[in-house]
């Protein structure tokens, strides 16, 4: 069984940077993408950034520039460096895995950007 637990979310100013983490217990694997999504109210749930090994960085049109995903495959953890930050960047941020049968969710953390 796989859990993901993120951290790192809360209220930034436009302009500011934030980082998100996301810790991953079970099994793991690194050829298997991993990574962010994020949902605004009354939006779809839309992909942010997505890594996998030797595939890192497949990022939204919307955040290119702005946001940087890492991995640190020994610790099962992967990171979402976001700079810049708008107003329109307030969502929930959920992180991801996705094994060969199941994509398994965090349960979300609050990133809310304030003009």
């Known amino acids: 069984q796989v859990q993901l637990v993120e951290s790192g979310g809360g209220l930034v100013q436009a302009g500011e940077s934030l980082r998100l983490s996301c810790a991953a217990s079970g099994n793991i694997f690194s050829f298997n993408p991993m990574g962010w999504y994020r949902q605004a109210p009354g939006k779809q749930r839309e992909l942010v950034a997505t890594?996998?090994?030797?595939?890192?960085?497949n990022y939204a049109d919307s955040m290119k520039g702005r946001v940087t995903i890492s991995r640190d495959y020994a610790k099962k953890t992967v990171y979402l460096q976001m700079n810049s930050a708008k107003p329109e960047d307030t969502a929930v941020y959920y992180c991801y895995y996705r094994s060969d049968l199941v994509t398994y969710w965090g349960q979300g953390t609050q990133v809310t950007v304030s003009a």
């Open positions: 890594s996998s090994l030797g595939r890192t960085g």
